[in-house]
T-cell receptor, first 114, second 111 residues
Framework: GAVVSQHPSWVICKSGTSVKIECRSL??????MFWYRQFPKQSLMLMAT?????????EQGVEKDKFLINHASLTLSTLTVTSAHPEDSSFYIC??????????FGSGTRLTIV | LAKTTQPISMDSYEGQEVNITCSHN???????ITWYQQFPSQGPRFIIQ???TKVTNEVASLFIPADRKSSTLSLPRVSLSDTAVYYC????????????FGKGTTLSVSS
């Protein structure tokens, strides 16, 4: 089946630095990818929709200057957390639609800011 | 987008059948009903999807009544490894539309 590969699976960064998370669609082309954030014991919260070749669409309350999204090709979308702070520590997950009502998810990235 | 409501938690024992019911009163004609499973620190994993009536695959069954305002995920004989969070989602059949997650049901299976 359709697979989205997400890297890294975990990362620890110092406060103030930037970190990039990558999601690649391995055997299909993803015109659109979705980025979610999940805090402990909570559900997934949609952050933004990434569109190949155009600007991302951010959900209300998500800072577009902090969470930079780039979708430069049909198989790669990246999320860069800029000037990260401890409150940005979370589990980040990407997803892509693969068919009618069907979606596949990356394995997630555990981001810890110290 | 259709909102879903499902129990926050359920407990079961190994070998039992578990049924998780989800209500989605505002489901639209083009919406699909999809269930995902999530283990801690992993991305959600597809379990089953349906539009109406009954769907069965190797791991679960999905029952959808004629009015489609609810659905029931049935896990036939659960094991300890089925302990996870289960999400019921209504997916609008349109490219570019994200899945919106509700709170999910935390299933705990004991021996």
């Amino acid at each position: 089946g359709a697979v989205v590969s997400q890297h890294p699976s975990w990362v620890i960064c110092k406060s103030g630095t930037s970190v990039k998370i990558e999601c690649r669609s391995l055997d299909f082309q993803a015109t659109t990818m979705f980025w979610y954030r999940q805090f402990p014991k909570q559900s997934l919260m949609l952050m933004a929709t990434s569109n190949e070749g155009s600007k991302a669409t951010y959900e209300q309350g998500v800072e577009k200057d902090k969470f930079l999204i780039n979708h430069a090709s049909l198989t790669l979308s990246t999320l860069t957390v800029t000037s990260a702070h401890p409150e940005d520590s979370s589990f980040y997950i990407c997803s892509a639609r693969v068919g009618a009502g069907s979606y596949t998810f990356g394995s997630g990235t555990r981001l810890t800011i110290v | 987008l259709a909102k879903t409501t499902q129990p926050i938690s359920m407990d079961s024992y190994e070998g039992q059948e578990v049924n998780i019911t989800c209500s989605h009163n505002n489901i639209a004609t083009n919406d699909y009903i999809t269930w995902y499973q999530q283990f801690p620190s992993q991305g959600p994993r597809f379990i089953i999807q349906g539009y109406k009536t009954k769907v069965t695959n190797e791991v679960a069954s999905l029952f959808i009544p004629a009015d489609r305002k609810s659905s029931t995920l049935s896990l036939p004989r659960v094991s300890l490894s089925d302990t996870a969070v289960y999400y019921c989602l209504v997916a609008f059949n349109q490219a570019g539309t994200a899945l919106i997650f509700g709170k999910g049901t935390t299933l705990s299976v004991s021996s």
